[in-house]
């Protein structure tokens, strides 16, 4: 498991991070999720122990995090750090070596995961001269060659395309089915929704919520109905408990302050004609988080 302890990072007299608190156990997946600049980079670097915390203390497994214990970790950088004039073979035994692993393993393993991620063909190819998303492909094989037992992807899907998304999805929930424990950045709510389990909301270094998807989903009062019918968006706005109404492609959505308002919806339905769809649905994560980081900024 691994636990992050009331961790603070200053950088020079600025708080990066502020007294930061979380566990990711063994097979699950978390998401740090926060904007541009609210820390998370910051985190993943103390994590992997290129920089020391101000305060607090980071341990996998019980253990600080030093030489012995990073080669169990794999960590995907948000920028890329290829060596490009290399092969995409030569690229993989480096890492592979800097992981203490021996060559034949190393081989072995990059055979299997070229074949999975459909690139086979570039083994022996200079990585300058392979396309973005699959040198971002080399990038994501060298970060799980030693098949880490924590796995930490800074914003694994920056510049995928759909279908290489869902190829690296199913990469990670292999891992997570074999026991990695995986931390994940990303300010796509969508992936994050998908298949992350926990996660923590950062605000300028901050956690302004955190704990299980499921369970900040039931928390958030705010709920939303989907309606189809003929009904006038005017008056929908009108109802009480309801915050806003919008047009949407295929009908209307509603969003009321909390579920004790349903029926105020459902009473106005009740004298419209033609009505086809009315659903109470739980908020999407993007919501919630778009909520909260405002709150946090006041807005
Ligand atoms: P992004 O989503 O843009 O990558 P992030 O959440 O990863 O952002 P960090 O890179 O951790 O954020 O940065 C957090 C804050 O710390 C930012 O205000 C940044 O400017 C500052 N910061 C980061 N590295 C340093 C450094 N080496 N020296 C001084 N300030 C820094």
Do not use: W
Not at 129 to 145: E, H, M, R, W, Y
Not at 209 to 231: F, M, N, R, T
């Amino acid at each position: 498991m691994l636990k992050i302890k009331n961790v603070t990072k200053y950088y020079g007299t600025f708080k990066a991070v502020d007294n930061l608190s979380f566990t990711v156990d063994k097979g699950e997946i978390f998401g740090l999720l926060g904007v541009n600049g609210a820390g998370k980079t910051t985190t993943f670097r103390m994590i992997m122990n290129l920089i020391n915390p101000s305060e607090g203390s980071i341990t996998f497994n019980g253990k600080k995090i030093d030489y012995d214990v990073t080669d169990n970790i794999g960590f995907l950088t948000e920028e890329r750090s290829l060596l490009t004039k290399l092969t995409v073979k030569e690229q993989i035994l480096y890492y592979g070596a800097l992981k203490s692993l021996d060559e034949e393993t190393i081989l072995k393993r990059l055979d299997r995961l070229l074949k999975k991620f459909g690139i086979e063909e570039y083994k022996d190819r200079k990585i300058n001269t392979l396309s973005k998303g699959n040198q971002q492909k080399v990038q994501f094989i060298s970060a799980i060659i030693n098949e880490p037992k924590l796995l930490i992807l800074d914003e694994p899907f920056s510049g995928l395309d759909p279908i290489n998304i869902e190829l690296f999805k199913s990469v990670i929930l292999e891992l997570k089915e074999k026991g990695t424990s995986i931390i994940f950045s990303s300010h796509r709510m969508d992936h994050v929704e998908l298949f992350c389990e926990k996660l923590v909301i950062l605000v300028k270094g901050k956690s302004v919520l955190e704990g299980y998807l499921k369970d900040i989903k039931k928390d958030y009062k705010i709920k939303k109905i989907k309606i189809e019918g003929d009904v006038k968006i005017t008056e929908l706005r009108k109802i009480d408990g309801v915050i806003n109404a919008i047009k949407t492609a295929s009908g209307y959505e509603v969003n009321i302050k909390d579920e004790s308002y349903v029926n105020n919806v459902f009473e106005y339905l009740k004298t419209k004609k033609n009505i086809t769809k009315f659903v109470l649905e739980e908020p999407f994560l993007e919501e919630i988080f778009v909520s909260k980081v405002g709150e946090a900024y006041g807005k």
